[in-house]
Structures are given as structure tokens and as C-alpha cells.
């Protein structure tokens, strides 16, 4: 769980009422409209200003509970686009006053207790064509009102009465915005809500839900840039960085990995077990450099590139890490593959070359179709190096400006020899590791 975190009713600095803006203030004589139009013009004003979906939904709250609304508990559910996580959920609590955010996880089917929720049945209501479904449940009346398991539990835990809302984005649902919203709010006053609250929740979610879904879009369109470009270079393109030939010099340490045979073991493997062998590959390769600073800038078919941008203060503990993060996937790789091997699935080896050096970083492509991306020698030269592991019975490779801005790791690199690259115009010393294992006898 996430804090989005609160103090008071009163004293916060993103979620408490704030004055509306001069231009929008208006007076009416009925607190109820009143009420209504204020609450309505700050989730504009907050969505305008680009609130996050647990701003609003924490702000939203603490508004109700200015406004004499008893709520003990409240919470919204959204979906979402990325490979991870099918959506997310805000739970605002009163002894907490704070919203709490938890993730779904993508995949493994859906559970009873969501089957059994009145969230799903009014998605349910929903997709058979009823616009904005909601209902209610009066849960101090009796065990007829508490017809969900959820509505037990909050009965236990105090809760008199229980509203669920539903609103849905689009006419057949927008997946790029979020496909809708679904919100309960519950209170353990004696009597339950009023109607004048019921009618302030369905006056005002409307507006609350178009600020989500502005918010639901950002989020989405960043999530998804960077899960396809990576994370800096998504977070680059979103903010603006989209000018083709825009670039600018970076020093970085280049990782290229390539997977040894790998058209072999494709000719000989169903379609579907290489997919899976190559996602579980690059995963492995990847979670040794996430910690590690590292960017995975792009997969090429069976080859990956990636960088861990440094300058000369830190290049020293730039390489040293790379060179870690390198040891620590074909260790975890060498696993992986006992364990596939073991359940009679490919197994595959992969080389490893390791390089530093200047790169040009940024926008490259024709006027309709860019990447973002990193070129130059150093690149070139990282993916020649590759090509040298099989020659050299090596996996892991690295240059000579590599090994002595790692100053050789503690013993960790030997030279291997002087060799020359494809397109590169004078033979490069090329280093690897001290104590490896060949390639041939890790395949005994």
C-alpha cells in the first residue's frame, strides 16, 4: 500500500477545500446547490491543474467531510493500460483520513471475492446497457440489505448504510482513458445517509470522474511510453521531447546482449515456447540492471540494448555496476535454464558486451515514425564486440576504455588480446572476465 497521507480535515495542502478561483465564485441561497456547484468547480479547477487520481479522490473526501457528510470509508476502482497491472484502486478511511493506493495485478483470472462484489455487479448492469448504474444498501435494516459479502464486513465493522456508483467513459469505453470508474462511499450514522447526500454524491461524481479520466489518460500515456521506449526515454518523449533530430551528447556505459543460436533452437522450438523463452531471457537481463540505473533502451528481435548514463565523476561506479548487474544475469540465467531444462523446455546462452563512451541521445527516424534512441561509434562498436563471444568461448566481453574506467574491478578483468570489429577501423583490445566458465563446459 501507498500513503497519499493527510493531518487533519482542515490542514492539508493538496486535498482540503481550497478558495475558487475569483472568476468562478457564486453565491446561491440554498446550501444544497450551493454545495453542489462548489464541490463540482473544484474538481474542474483540480483536474485543470492536472491532480492525480489520489489527490482527487483523497481531496474529494475531505471535501464531503467539510460538508457534514459522516463517511467512514470510501473507495474507487479503476482500469488501466499497462502490462502490469489491470488497474488501480484509492481507499480513503476515516481513522486513517488518508487514501490508501493498491495495485491489481494483470493475468491470473478474476477472484470470487471480486466476482462477489457489488463492483462487478454493477459493471455487470453496465455492459448489459444500463447508463451509470448505482445502488443501495441500507445495511443497519437487516441481513436482506448486507446481500454482498463486502456489505457484511462493513456492517461488523460499524457501517449503517452503503452507496455504489458507476460511471463509464465512452460509448463503448475508451481503454486509451481508463474504461470507466466505480465508487462506494459508507457511513455508520445512525439512519445512513441522507437524501440530500445521495443527491450531492450523484450531482457531483460526474465532474470528479472526468478529472480521473484526465488523469487516467496521462497516466496511461506515460505508463505506456515508458514501458515501450524506457523509462527515460519515455518520460523524455511525454514531456515534450518529440522534434526529429533533437539530440544531445550523453557518456553512458552500452550493454548489447544477443542470444547465442538462437535462429536454431527457433527452427527446432514450438512458436509459442519462444516467445516465453525470450521474455523470460530478457526479464532476467533486465531485473540485474533495474536497480542499477540501467535503461533498457530497446529489444531487437533476440538482441537487447541498453545504458547506464554517467560522467567522469561517476563513471568508475557506472562500469563496476554494469559489470555486476552482467555477472549477476548469467548466474540467474545459468538457473533459469536448469530449471527449463529440467521441464523440457529450450534452453539458450547469451553473450554479453560491454562498452562506455560518448552517444548521441534522442529523436531519429523519418517525419511519421521516430525512435528515440542512442548512435554513434561507441554503439557500433559495442554490437561488433558481441560478436566475438563465440570466437573467444566467452559470454560477457568488455573494452579496454570499459575495463580501465573500472579499473579492472579488483582483478575481476584480463586483457584477451587485440581483435578486429567489423567497420571499425583499427583493432580494439577487448577484456573478460578473470574467472569465467566457458560456454562449452556450462553446456555439459
Known amino acids: 500500500m501507498l500513503s497519499i497521507g493527510a493531518q487533519t480535515a482542515l490542514g492539508r495542502s493538496t486535498a482540503a477545500p481550497k478558495e475558487m478561483p475569483p472568476a468562478l465564485a457564486v453565491s446561491f441561497s440554498d446550501p444544497k446547490a450551493r454545495s453542489i456547484v462548489d464541490l463540482h468547480v473544484w474538481s474542474m479547477h483540480q483536474g485543470l491543474r492536472g491532480a492525480t487520481a489520489g489527490e482527487l479522490f483523497d481531496g474529494y473526501c475531505q471535501n464531503l467531510v467539510v460538508r457534514g457528510v459522516p463517511l467512514l470509508r470510501a473507495h474507487v476502482s479503476t482500469q488501466t493500460l499497462h502490462p502490469q497491472w489491470s488497474g ?17 495485478t494483470r ?49 461488523e465493522a460499524g457501517g449503517t448504510d452503503y452507496v455504489c456508483l458507476l460511471y463509464h467513459f465512452g460509448e463503448n469505453g475508451d481503454p486509451a482513458h481508463g474504461t470507466g470508474v466505480v465508487y462506494s462511499f459508507t457511513t455508520d450514522r445512525a439512519g445512513g445517509f441522507s437524501e440530500d447526500e445521495i443527491h450531492l454524491l450523484q450531482a457531483t461524481l460526474p465532474g470528479l470522474s472526468l478529472a480521473m479520466k484526465a488523469h487516467a489518460g496521462y497516466d496511461i500515456a506515460s505508463g505506456l511510453l515508458q514501458t515501450y521506449l524506457g523509462q527515460d526515454a519515455g518520460r523524455r518523449v511525454h514531456s515534450g521531447a518529440v522534434e526529429r533530430g533533437s539530440v544531445h551528447s550523453l557518456r553512458a556505459v552500452l550493454w548489447y546482449a544477443d542470444i547465442r543460436s538462437f535462429t536454431r533452437v527457433s527452427d527446432v522450438s514450438p512458436g509459442h515456447q519462444i516467445v516465453d523463452m525470450l521474455d523470460d531471457v530478457f526479464e532476467t537481463m533486465t531485473a540485474a540492471l533495474r536497480s542499477r540505473g540501467g535503461q533498457v533502451l530497446k529489444f531487437i528481435g533476440d538482441a537487447m540494448l541498453a545504458t547506464i548514463a554517467c560522467d567522469d565523476s561517476d563513471r568508475n561506479e557506472a562500469c563496476r555496476s554494469a559489470l555486476d548487474a552482467a555477472e549477476e544475469a548469467m548466474r540467474a540465467l545459468d538457473e533459469r535454464n536448469m530449471l527449463r531444462a529440467s521441464l523440457g523446455l529450450p534452453t539458450v546462452e547469451v553473450d554479453l558486451a560491454l562498452h562506455v563512451g560518448e552517444v548521441l541521445y534522442g529523436n531519429v527516424g523519418a517525419a511519421d515514425r521516430l525512435d528515440f534512441t542512442v548512435i554513434g561509434p561507441a554503439v557500433n562498436e559495442v554490437a561488433r564486440m558481441e560478436k566475438l563471444c563465440d570466437a573467444l568461448d566467452r559470454r560477457i ?41 566457458s560456454v562449452e563446459a556450462l553446456a555439459q
Open 397 to 437: 566481453v568488455v573494452s579496454a576504455p570499459f575495463a580501465a574506467a573500472a579499473g579492472d574491478c579488483d582483478g575481476r578483468l584480463v586483457p584477451l588480446g587485440s581483435f578486429p570489429l567489423r567497420g571499425v577501423s583499427e583493432p580494439k583490445i577487448i577484456y573478460g572476465l578473470a574467472e569465467e566458465p
Open 88 to 104: 488501480y484502486g484509492y481507499t480513503w478511511r476515516r481513522e486513517l483520513n488518508s487514501v490508501h493506493v493498491q495495485q491489481f
Open 107 to 155: 493475468g491470473g483470472g478474476a477472484s470470487d471475492a471480486w466476482l462477489a462484489s457489488p463492483f462487478f455487479a454493477l459493471i455487470a448492469r453496465a455492459r448489459a446497457g444500463e447508463v451509470n448504474p448505482w445502488l443501495r444498501r441500507r445495511l443497519e435494516l437487516g441481513p436482506e440489505e448486507r446481500d454482498f459479502p463486502a456489505l457484511r464486513e462493513f456492517h
